[in-house]
């Protein structure tokens, strides 16, 4: 039998949720989880990031549009279907939305979103809520208009991008987690 703790269970049933209701989240378990992505490991304890926390609709249909509107003037034929479609939701309609930013000049800045990230996830899974990272704003946020939406927002204009969260409550039941075969090697 395999030993298990409550951590060690969390990592195990999170799964990414990419469909989502209506219901919005508590700011009560909002700011648990914004609070959990502060406590994470950060190069030298600078804390150059910022996490910006969306629950207003008309915002995450604005910026929705506005990622759209970038991957059409993409060469990629992939993100050109994603443009010309009306039903295409980048961050699947999840009610709360956040953005992890970091300082571009530290060569460490995504390491340190991406731990950020996983404790967003694994605090949000811990109070029953279904999350998912997301790339596409990371990829779009250098786009004129993007960019210019994002600093109205709030996002300091020297950082990137380097993931999203989206999170509310799943609408369907999550996928058993199969671990491929060959991806662990221990040396002793």
């Known amino acids: 039998m395999m030993k298990t703790n409550e ?18 989240i508590p700011e009560e378990d909002l700011k648990l989880i914004l609070e959990a992505a502060t406590y994470a490991p950060n190069g030298m ?17 604005e910026l929705n549009r506005l990622v759209k509107k970038a991957f059409g003037k993409s060469d990629d034929k992939h993100l050109q279907e994603r443009a010309n479609n009306e039903n295409y939701n980048f961050y699947y309609h999840a009610p709360t939305f956040i953005i992890v930013s970091n300082d571009s000049g530290h060569w460490w800045a995504g390491m340190d ?18 999350s998912c990272w997301i790339n596409q704003l990371g990829s779009t946020c ?8 994002l600093t109205s927002l709030g996002i300091p204009e020297n950082h ?3 993931g999203c969260a989206a999170l509310g409550y799943s609408n369907q039941p999550l996928k058993e987690k199969k671990v491929k075969e060959g991806t662990i090697t221990i040396i002793k």
Do not use: M, P
């Open 160 to 162: 990137k991008l380097y």
């Open 142 to 149: 250098d786009d004129e208009e993007v960019r210019s939406f």
């Open 45 to 61: 304890h600078l804390e150059t990031w910022h996490f910006t926390a969306i629950q207003k609709q008309e915002t995450l249909v």
């Open 113 to 130: 979103c991406a731990v950020a990230l996983e404790n967003i996830f694994l605090a949000a899974h811990s109070l029953g809520i279904g």
């Open 7 to 24: 951590v060690l269970k969390a990592i195990r049933d999170r799964r990414s949720v990419r469909s989502y209701t209506d219901s919005q």
